[in-house]
C-alpha cells in the first residue's frame, strides 16, 4: 500500500487533499503529531517515508521541503507556485496533452497548476495547440474567484460577522498587473508576451470563473466564435473532468459557482463572427487545487485516474 504524507496539512488546501484521501483504503496516510509539524528534522524523516508527498506550503517553505528529499523512490506533487516554471518537474495538468499526461504518469517531480491559471491554460493552451492563437497574441483575461483561495486569513476576513460592508461587493486585485500565475500561464502557453489579467474576488466560498476574450480577426484564419466552439470541443472530446458546454452554454448567463465541490472543469465558448469568449468554470479548491492533486497522485501511481474525485 503506497504511504503518502501531506506537508501543510494545516491550510486550506491541505484539508482539502486530506478530507479526499482519508475515506480510501488503498493508500495509507502518514500523519505528524501536532507539536512536531514545524520540527525539520520529522518533517525530512516522514518526507523519505513516503511514496507521495504533497507540499502544501508558502513557496520557500516547499524549496526547503524538496532539499529535504533524499530517498529516490519519493515523489512530490507540489501545489505552491515555487516550482510551476522550474526545470525537471512536470506540469500537473494531464487534459492539456497526452505529453502532460505522460509527464505527470512518469515524473517524480510535480507541479499542481495555479487556480486561475488553470481557467486561463485551459482555453488558452488548446487555441495554442490547434494553431488558431498566435504566440504574439495580445491575450486579456480576468477570473471571478471565491474567496476560500485566499487561505485561512481571508476567509476569517469573510466569514467575520462584523465585517467591512465593501465585502459585499466585488474586488478587483492584482492591480499592479504582475500576479503570481502569469509565468506559467505565459510559459505553458508559449506565449510572447504576458496577458493583461485582471483577478476579482468574490463574496462567495467557492467557484471560480476564468474568461478569455478575443478579437477573431486577429486569430489565425480568422474563425468565428461557433467555429472556435467546435475546434475547443474536438480537443477536449476524449476527456472527463474537462468539458465543454453547447455552443453559448448551457443557460444565458454564468455562475462562478456552478462546479464548487467537484473536480470537473467546464468551458463555455460564447460570441459572434467578430468577437468570442471563453470561459472556464470549476471549483478553486477543486480542479484548481487539492483535486487536481489528488487527480495527479492517482496518475502517478496507476490508479484509476477519477478515484476519489
Not at 491550510?11 to 480510501?24: A, F, K, N, V
Not at 513516503?50 to 506550503?57: N, P
Not at 474537462?242 to 467546464?266: R, W
Request: proline residues 4%; negative net charge.
Amino acid at each position: 500500500m503506497y504511504k503518502i504524507f501531506i506537508d501543510g496539512r494545516e491550510g486550506t488546501t491541505g484539508l482539502e487533499i486530506y478530507d479526499r484521501l482519508s475515506p480510501r483504503t488503498d493508500i495509507e496516510l502518514i500523519l505528524i503529531d501536532e507539536d512536531k509539524r514545524k520540527d525539520i528534522n520529522e518533517r525530512k524523516k516522514l518526507i523519505n517515508e513516503a511514496d507521495i508527498v504533497f507540499l502544501c506550503l508558502p513557496d520557500d517553505a516547499a524549496r526547503e521541503a524538496v532539499a529535504l528529499l533524499e530517498n529516490p523512490n519519493t515523489r512530490m506533487i507540489d501545489a505552491s507556485t515555487a516550482h510551476r516554471t522550474a526545470d525537471g518537474w512536470a506540469y500537473g495538468f494531464p487534459e492539456l496533452s497526452k505529453k502532460h499526461r505522460q509527464a505527470i504518469a512518469d515524473g517524480r517531480l510535480v507541479a499542481n497548476p495555479g487556480c486561475h491559471a488553470t481557467g486561463f491554460i485551459s482555453s488558452v493552451y488548446a487555441l495554442r495547440a490547434l494553431d488558431i492563437l498566435p504566440s504574439d497574441y495580445p491575450v486579456t483575461a480576468y477570473s471571478l474567484t471565491g474567496y476560500s483561495g485566499g487561505g485561512k486569513k481571508l476567509i476569517a476576513e469573510y466569514e467575520d460577522l462584523s465585517r467591512d460592508v465593501r465585502h459585499e461587493s466585488h474586488r478587483i486585485y492584482g492591480t499592479n498587473l504582475k500576479h503570481k500565475h502569469l509565468p506559467e500561464m505565459k510559459k505553458v502557453c508559449g506565449l510572447d508576451f504576458n496577458p493583461v489579467f485582471s483577478p476579482i474576488l468574490g463574496d462567495f466560498y467557492r467557484g471560480m470563473a476564468t474568461t478569455v476574450m478575443l478579437e477573431n480577426r486577429l486569430l489565425k484564419g480568422k474563425p468565428t466564435a461557433q467555429e472556435i466552439h467546435k475546434r475547443i470541443a474536438e480537443y477536449y472530446s476524449d476527456e472527463y473532468f474537462v468539458q465543454v458546454a453547447p455552443f453559448g452554454g448551457d443557460e444565458p448567463v454564468i455562475y462562478a459557482s456552478t462546479l464548487g465541490g467537484t473536480n470537473f472543469l467546464k468551458l463555455i465558448v460564447c460570441g459572434t463572427d467578430e468577437q468570442t469568449t471563453v470561459t472556464a468554470v470549476f471549483d478553486n479548491l477543486g480542479k484548481g487545487a487539492s483535486g487536481a492533486a489528488v487527480q495527479n497522485m492517482n496518475i502517478m501511481l496507476g490508479f484509476d485516474e477519477r478515484a476519489g474525485l
